[in-house]
């Protein structure tokens, strides 16, 4: 079966526009995290989502950032007001649900903000 | 909060070499887990560790869960090319599912 799926896998934007991110879990995967890598960095947590609610939100770097989840599914990743300092790799991934430690990761969307 | 830190930042060796690295937290974990990531890819699961003083394999992958339960180890046997890439170690924050990454290993085998 397919793997996570995230796009778009490159975003190239102007400081201060809005992107949006997607992520596609595995299907019947009920646990979907985002997390942010910078260059040459380990993986920062954002968020998670069980089903379609956020118990923590804790990870999110600021006001700018949101998430939400629908469906149990599709998961979307906002930043509003892009900042430079906002360049990553944004990962997404998934596990069949909360407490399953194996989580199977996207390839990432590489945000550049110029 | 908690931090994982790892040892060493790089590594480059000769194929056929065998490979030592490890994680340390100031803070105990109760599951320690060790990812490989490639290049242009996400992270992948190699090893899961449960139990203070565990030690799994995973084909020339061993890893151990360290007694303190503030450390763990992760061994490759034999190193080839394909073993290139950054291995993190990971683990839930406690009581949470937030999850700690370290800040990895860069390993390059020189073939």
């Known amino acids: 079966g397919a793997g996570v799926s995230q796009s778009p896998s490159n975003k190239v934007t102007e400081k201060g526009k809005d992107v949006e991110l997607r992520c596609d879990p595995i299907?019947?995967?009920?646990?979907l995290y985002w997390y942010r890598q910078s260059l040459g960095q380990g993986l920062e947590f954002l968020i998670y989502?069980?089903?379609?609610?956020?118990?923590?939100k804790s990870g999110l770097p600021s006001d700018r950032f949101s998430a939400e989840r629908t469906g149990g599914s599709v998961s979307t990743l906002t930043i509003q007001r892009t900042q430079q300092e906002d360049s990553a790799v944004y990962l997404c991934?998934?596990?069949?649900?909360?407490?399953?430690?194996?989580?199977?990761f996207g390839p990432g969307t590489r945000l550049t903000v110029l | 909060g908690q931090q994982l830190n790892q040892s060493p930042q790089s590594m480059f060796i000769q194929e056929g070499e065998d490979v030592s690295m490890n994680c340390t937290s100031s803070?105990?974990?109760?599951?320690w887990l060790w990812y490989k990531q490639e290049p242009g890819e996400g992270p992948v699961l190699l090893i899961a560790?449960?139990?203070?003083?565990e030690l799994t394999s995973n084909g020339r992958l061993t890893a151990q869960f360290g007694i303190t339960r503030k450390d763990s180890f992760l061994n490759i046997s034999a190193s080839i090319p394909s073993d290139v890439g950054i291995y993190f170690c990971?683990?839930?924050?406690?009581?949470?599912?937030?999850?700690?990454f370290g800040t990895g290993t860069r390993l390059k085998v020189l073939a």
């Open positions: 990971a683990g839930p924050n406690s009581g949470t599912y937030k999850y700690i």
């Open positions: 991934a998934s596990s069949l649900g909360p407490g399953d430690n194996e989580q199977f």
């Open positions: 299907s019947g995967h009920t646990a």
């Open positions: 560790l449960y139990k203070a003083g």
């Open positions: 803070s105990i974990f109760n599951t």
């Open positions: 989502f069980q089903g379609n609610s956020a118990p923590d």
